[in-house]
């Protein structure tokens, strides 16, 4: 007894060539795309001595080939300072810095408001308060937590002390508008935390799990 063949047999083997061709070349493509942008996703979960988390990151600076950070740490009491600066092979950096200031909660939203030049918005929880400013694509942010060093004798300051954060970015962001704004405010409020605890503050400051989101004002 013969064996039938199907009429449409013929046309099976080029079919399912050309579904593989295809599968191939998307992954390929995928490749392709993963090399180029899998930079900043190649950074440890929290960058800067785990000051702060690879997705606030992630959320501000374009995707890139590669990304490298560092941190920096120097000085004690009121020398001490803790950075951090991320920056990616497409030429975008996020760099913010706390330094330990003799201010008030006035003069630093003054200084900062002649500083920004645009509108500032602000929020604030648990004694900590934060001022940031977009202009399109450029943006800053400013996070100030009340701190005296230890090694400040009550009475010599003509201010209260306090740990001030600035964040910004340099080159192009990922994000714009208020969504620039809330990560460059998340990313200097994370610093301050970490810094917080090696600037061996007198106290003890309860730090929120987040700032209020400015969508929320």
């Known amino acids: 007894m013969s064996e039938r063949v199907s009429g449409w047999g013929w046309a099976t083997h080029p079919v399912k060539g050309f579904l593989v061709s295809l599968v191939v070349l998307g992954l390929l493509g995928a490749a392709v795309v993963l090399f180029f942008i899998k930079g900043l996703y190649l950074l440890p979960d929290k960058v800067c001595h785990a000051a702060v988390q690879r997705d606030i990151v992630i959320r501000t600076l374009p995707r890139a080939r590669s990304a490298d950070e560092w941190p920096d740490q120097g000085g004690a009491g009121r020398?001490?300072?803790?950075?951090?600066?991320?920056?990616?092979?497409?030429?975008?950096?996020?760099?913010?810095q706390v330094d330990p200031r003799d201010s008030s909660r006035t003069a630093w939203e003054d200084h900062y408001g002649s500083l920004a030049g645009h509108q500032v918005v602000r929020v604030t929880a648990g004694g900590v308060e934060a001022l940031a400013q977009t202009d399109g694509d450029k943006g800053s942010a400013s996070v100030y937590v009340p701190c005296a060093p230890a090694t400040v004798q009550e009475g010599t300051a003509s201010h209260a002390y306090a740990l001030v954060a600035d964040a910004g970015v340099t080159g192009k962001s990922r994000a714009t508008g208020e969504e620039l704004r809330q990560a460059l405010t998340d990313f200097a409020y994370q610093l301050t935390e970490h810094a917080y605890k090696l600037a061996e503050c007198k106290g003890a400051l309860d730090f929120p799990e987040e700032l209020p989101r400015y969508g929320d004002r």
């Open 79 to 96: 020398h001490f300072s803790f950075a951090c600066r991320v920056s990616t092979s497409g030429h975008s950096i996020l760099s913010g």
